[in-house]
């Protein structure tokens, strides 16, 4: 059974930076695709950014390409959204996925970029 911790986020001044982390225990995070997605109230939930396989393009959605970064930690099992020069547009609930839409799901955080 695979079990998922997401943590980070919070309040932040825009221009500003934050770090999401998901650690994943029961299994390799090397055995799923994983990704990062947003979700306002009342909208649907958009892909921010995912990593399908080893072979294919990292994706990011055109509003946070050049500021957000994801990556991963082989050796931890942690997955990781590095969000840079961050705008009041990114504010919203932030979600963690391993193994795609019908996978696992961090429980997720609230990212608020305010002055």
């Known amino acids: 059974q695979l079990q998922v911790v997401q943590s980070g986020g919070g309040l932040v001044q825009p221009g500003g930076s934050l770090r999401l982390s998901c650690a994943v225990s029961?299994?390799?995070?090397?055995?799923?695709?994983i990704g990062w997605f947003r979700q306002a109230h009342g909208k649907e939930r958009e892909g921010v950014s995912c990593?399908?396989?080893?072979?294919?393009?990292?994706y990011y959605a055109d509003s946070v390409k050049g500021r957000f970064t994801i990556s991963r930690a082989h050796a931890e099992n942690i997955l990781y959204l590095q969000m840079t020069i961050l705008k009041p547009a990114d504010t919203t609930i932030y979600y963690c996925?391993?193994?795609?839409?019908?996978?696992?799901w961090g429980r997720g955080t609230q990212v608020t970029v305010s002055s």
């Open positions: 996925n391993i193994g795609g839409p019908s996978g696992y």
């Open positions: 029961g299994r390799t995070l090397d055995d799923f695709a």
């Open positions: 990593i399908s396989s080893a072979n294919t393009p990292t």
